[in-house]
């Protein structure tokens, strides 16, 4: 697609990249058809191919307007269109740079103004932890939009405390140890129990996905460059991976040697981070051997208690126990900044399946569940039609439990469903521990 970039943008880095991406675009269309927007709207204009004609227009000096704006707002920023595209557009940078020039000509109203701000410093603050406990103390009488945000309290179970002297850092991330703060536990249980110490810088905060999404890319750089300086001692001293178990943060620091490329201090450090970065789904996979042998020789659980939907513990507290060597029935949903954002597919499905679970195959597989972020409050109608069709699928098979990769996925989804929903490295914890976490 050829482009004459308007001057305000000719000459700067943006510039040069958007149109190095719209000179891949062929106009073909495959991408539309797998996108999840296109699928409920029906309009060209909410699909990655309408997206792009308007990202271009733009950067070619015709003026936006609120319109242009609230097509680019529908988009997830899911990638689906990227895992399509036969070309190898990278729609989800391009998006990035469109959003951002139209924010610059299109002022929001004041009151979505201060909803994006909130949600930039709210998130993302050390102040977010204690309002989420004051919101689960008052989550009988929430009105039910905003108690499908504040999920249930959740019992994190023991951090680990041996060392070992093969070591790793996990990101802890922003919502998700006040959110969900078994899954950060967990994994240090796990990898302890392989003999990996997994090491949590307290200086190491949000990814910067939140600051950076919402057009606020200076906020997104600062996050990663103090992530970079909190990793940087550890990784110098031999850690010998960055591990993330929510898919979105994993994403988001895989990007970090591209977004700080230009910048000096950092390039260099930016892209040995994220070279470094591994979701957890591609480190165990390798030690599912170690795994097995573990589940082998743990002691005979006690029967199945019948609760469902219970807090899990894993090894930290009380336990729904079912016996370890039953094929237990899970759906896996693969979050959209897995299997798009970072490529990994199939790797969780296939070590649930060598561990003993029977995982039922899902429907539509490639769809995003609507959380996107801070998509299922800027953009609640569609976020809410998207969870109950994947809902949908990953009923069918009427599973013990949904497992998924992502703290806001699986937030989400829990909001629509009495069955529930897990990371899937809870659900291995607590195999480990003999029991089995539904
Ligand atoms: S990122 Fe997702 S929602 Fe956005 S255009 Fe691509 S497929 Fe559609
Ligand atoms: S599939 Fe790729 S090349 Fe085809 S229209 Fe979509 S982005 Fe362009």
Request: positive net charge; hydrophobic residues 35%; glycine residues 10%.
């Amino acid at each position: 697609m050829q482009t004459n970039l308007a001057d305000f943008i000719k000459h700067t880095p943006e510039g040069q990249e958007a149109a190095g991406i719209l000179g891949k675009c062929v106009h073909c269309g495959f991408c539309t058809a797998t996108c999840p927007t296109y699928q409920l709207l029906g309009d060209e204009l909410d699909g990655p191919r309408g997206r792009i004609y308007l990202i271009k227009q733009v950067l070619e000096g015709v003026r936006p307007t609120e319109k242009t704006q609230l097509h680019l707002d529908r988009c997830l920023t899911c990638r689906n269109c990227e895992t399509t595209c036969p070309s190898g557009v990278q729609y989800g940078r391009l998006v990035d740079i469109g959003r951002k020039v139209v924010d610059e000509q299109v002022p929001r109203p004041f009151g979505a103004r201060v909803v994006r701000q909130a949600l930039k410093a709210g998130l993302t603050s050390p102040l977010f932890g204690p309002a989420m406990k004051l919101g689960q103390l008052a989550r009988p009488l929430l009105p039910g939009s905003l108690k499908s945000k504040v999920p249930a309290p959740q019992r994190a179970g023991d951090t680990p405390s041996r060392s070992h002297p093969r070591r790793m850092l996990m990101l802890a991330g922003c919502v998700q140890p006040a959110m969900l703060p078994n899954i950060n536990t967990a994994t240090a249980r796990v990898f302890d129990a392989l003999g990996i110490e997994l090491v949590v810088p307290a200086a190491a905060g949000c990814c910067g996905a939140i600051r950076y999404h919402l057009n606020d890319h200076d906020g997104g750089l600062a996050d990663a460059r103090a992530n970079i300086d909190a990793w940087w001692p550890h990784i110098e001293s031999g850690c010998e991976a960055i591990v993330m178990n929510a898919s979105g943060c994993g994403a988001q620091v895989r990007e970090y040697g591209h977004m700080l490329r230009h910048d000096p201090a950092y390039a260099a450090k930016a892209q040995r981070v994220s070279d470094l970065t591994k979701d957890v789904a591609e480190v165990l996979p390798s030690m599912a051997e170690a795994i097995k042998a573990k589940l082998v020789h743990q002691p005979s659980p006690a029967p199945d208690s019948g609760a469902r939907g219970q807090a899990p513990a894993g090894a930290g507290g009380a336990q729904h126990r079912v016996r370890a060597d039953s094929a237990p029935r899970v759906v896996f949903h693969s979050p959209c900044t897995l299997q798009h954002g970072q490529q990994i597919r199939g790797e969780v499905e296939s070590l649930l399946t060598a561990l003993g679970a029977e995982v039922s195959p899902v429907g539509e597989s490639h769809f995003c569940c609507g959380s996107a972020g801070t998509y299922s409050v800027l953009q609640p109608d569609l976020a809410y039609k998207l969870r109950d069709r994947r809902l949908g699928h990953l009923e069918a098979p009427a599973p013990e439990v949904i497992l998924s990769a992502n703290v806001g996925c699986i937030t989400h989804l829990q909001s629509g469903t009495e069955r529930p929903v897990r990371h899937w490295i809870e659900w291995l914890d607590a195999r480990l521990s003999g029991s089995v976490t539904q």
